[in-house]
């Protein structure tokens, strides 16, 4: 193992990856002499050559964050992910819950197996159970053959169902019952057959609200809350802002084209000052604004999104 100072060194000037899991990122001599990326070099500008690469920001599952509200979840999903059967994911719109239960996947036993992705809210109501349950032949019109449902495909696997909020009543309390028994009955069939699928359940929604006006089931919120995980908004990790905007410049400058090599002291600091309601994706967004209007080597205030900029004014 090299010192903090040269493991600092190698790790500022790209030659060696920096990850959470380092052995040098616990350490405090380490946190307080490594360079933060995207901190504004000599000479005030951020300068992207001196980012580390976007892929060895330190990321956990492809989740990019250092800030101790992330620190706190990634040590969550390290513990939780050998062992749920099933998660809760809330938290604002925008903030990485899909990649958190992406991570959820990538970590647990069965990462070698099926990730299946419902989103709830694209979900006709009359088709619900079949798509997640599968059905007969002939158990409704229109039910030409036999067809297995998501849970069945994602066998060995893991069901990621997002906006769980928008399922309807009666395919929760179904739901409910595939999470305790671990087998599906397929709409029409008479019998069930096992299963082995891990959940993550996903919502933007205050479920407890949607429970009081009776559009989700309490049974279900406390099975599925049992292991739960939250994605905090991103005001409540500023300190994450600049390996974000790094990561996203370096995505979005390779994807352009272009040759981008910093932000001006300006964009740093009206970046610093938004609230970012969007969250993530917001910021993700005016990045990509950014770098498809830039015309030099630098973004600079004019190249970002007119409601950043009007309200600096
Ligand atoms: N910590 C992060 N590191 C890197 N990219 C992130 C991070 N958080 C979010 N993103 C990116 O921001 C965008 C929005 O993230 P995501 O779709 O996971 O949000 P969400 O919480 O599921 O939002 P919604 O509730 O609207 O579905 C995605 O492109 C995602 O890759
Ligand atoms: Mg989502």
Redesign the pocket.
């Known amino acids: 193992m090299l010192n903090t100072k040269a493991a600092c060194i190698s790790i500022n000037t790209g030659r060696m990856p920096l990850s959470s899991d380092s052995p040098y990122f616990e350490s405090r001599e380490f946190r307080e002499t490594w360079r933060a990326p995207g901190r504004p070099s000599v000479g005030g500008r951020t300068n992207l050559a001196s980012f580390p690469k976007a892929a060895d920001a330190p ?1 956990f599952a ?4 250092r800030s101790p509200a ?1 620190q706190e979840l990634f040590s969550l999903i390290g513990r939780m992910a050998p062992h749920y059967r099933s998660v809760l994911v809330t ?9 958190i239960a992406r991570a959820f996947h990538q970590l647990s036993p069965v990462a070698q197996g099926r990730y299946v992705v419902l989103n709830c809210s694209a979900v006709v109501e009359s088709l619900f159970e079949s798509e997640l349950f599968g059905h007969v032949k002939g158990s409704f019109t229109g039910a030409n053959h036999d067809k297995p449902g998501l849970f069945e495909y994602a066998d060995g696997g893991t069901l990621f169902l ?1 906006e769980i909020g928008d399922m309807p009543l009666t395919t929760q309390a179904k739901l409910l019952r595939v999470l305790q028994n671990q087998e599906v009955q397929r709409v029409g069939a008479l019998s069930p057959r096992k299963v082995d699928v891990r959940v993550v359940a ?1 919502t ?1 929604q205050p479920l407890p609200r949607l429970i009081a006006c009776r559009k989700f089931r309490e049974d279900l919120f406390y099975r599925l809350s049992m292991i739960a995980v939250k ?1 905090p908004p991103l005001v409540e990790r500023t300190g ?1 802002l600049p390996l ?1 905007e790094a ?1 996203f410049l370096q995505r979005f400058a390779a994807q352009y084209k272009k040759n981008i090599r910093g932000m001006s002291p300006a964009v740093i600091s009206r970046l610093a000052a938004h609230t970012w309601p969007g969250n ?2 917001e910021l ?1 967004n005016v990045i990509g604004h950014a770098l498809i209007m830039a015309t030099g080597n630098t973004i600079e205030l004019q190249d970002l999104p007119a409601y950043l900029t009007s309200t600096s004014k």
Do not use: F, Q, W, Y
């Open positions: 990321a492809g989740i990019i964050g992330m938290g604002p719109t925008g903030t990485g819950k899909d990649l997002d996903a933007n994605s994450d974000l990561h993530v994706r993700e």
